[in-house]
């Protein structure tokens, strides 16, 4: 069916207007309110001492999470798509699990596991704290950012096939050697994609960290953590500025991923 054209103008003019009032308006306020104090208040607060630790530690949390997510990651994905066992289909419910569950619940399930009382909360008598710590805040990202680069990669290998791979098998080439030279180019643009993917959702992790890190200043707080910790002691200007700041980084990744979905669409 075919639109008149005043029909695509107010479609596009209600969507557009959608957009602007739920995001366009926010974000113009939030850098507003960020600089207008002047450029040089606005670097005062991101260079705490509290606002440089917070980065510091979100980009721990970053290089961790990403690393142990990508080999995870395209394990689970060839496991799904190249092989036959049983349980897969609860394994493909796992996989999306963290889409649909609050990042709480799974703070909260962290610390019934690992904190004092919990299944494995003895650890901490041989020195290994989880709970209210780094690796506590490292295994709740990695939770919530799980998905992502199974379900980038996953397609791939369903458009690719194992053609090839049968045909370096049937060469002489190990699992390894075929991995490394057939599957991983095939499934580059996919992985770089989940990778962008993993670290937007990393670097925005809210309600999960909070449950099981102190939010204390210097030691486990990252900077989401740091706009609430701020805004909650009133520091409006403060929280502001470290929300710009962390829109800052989410602006990059986004940009990045959208030249790498350029790419990935010439390339194809």
């Known amino acids: ?53 917070a980065f510091n530690l979100s980009m721990i949390i970053v290089a961790i999470v990403v690393p142990v997510n990508v080999v995870f990651g395209v394990m689970t994905a060839i496991a799904l798509v190249r092989g036959r066992f049983p349980g897969r289909s609860l394994v493909q419910g796992l996989v999306d699990l963290p889409f649909a569950t609050s990042p709480v619940v799974v703070g909260v399930s962290l610390i019934l596991l690992w904190g004092a009382g919990g299944w494995f909360g003895g650890l901490e008598d041989y020195g290994l704290k989880i709970i209210f ?6 295994l709740a990202t990695i939770f919530v950012t799980l998905p992502f680069v199974v379900r980038e990669v996953e397609p791939v290998l369903h458009e690719i096939g194992d053609d090839q791979e049968q045909a370096a098998a049937t060469l002489g080439a190990n699992r390894w050697q075929t991995f490394w030279r057939i599957t991983l180019p095939a499934i580059r643009w996919g992985l770089t994609y989940g990778v962008v993917l993993t670290v937007a959702r990393a ?21 989401t953590l740091l706009v609430h910790d701020r805004y909650n002691d009133h520091n409006v200007f403060g929280a502001y500025c470290a929300a710009t700041l962390l829109m800052g980084i989410a602006f990059v990744v986004l940009l990045l991923m959208t030249l790498l979905e350029r790419k990935r669409d010439s390339a194809s």
């Open 1 to 53: 069916m075919k639109l008149s054209a005043m029909t695509r103008i107010s479609l596009r003019t209600v969507a557009l207007g959608y957009l602007f009032v739920l995001l366009v308006l926010p974000l113009g306020i939030i850098l507003y309110r960020s600089f207008e104090q002047g450029i040089g208040t606005f670097i005062d607060w991101i260079s705490t001492p509290a606002a440089i630790s």
């Open 133 to 138: 710590s780094l690796p506590g805040m490292v």
């Open 203 to 223: 670097l925005g992790e809210f309600g999960a960290v909070l449950m099981v890190s102190t939010a204390l200043p210097g030691q486990s707080q990252t900077l």
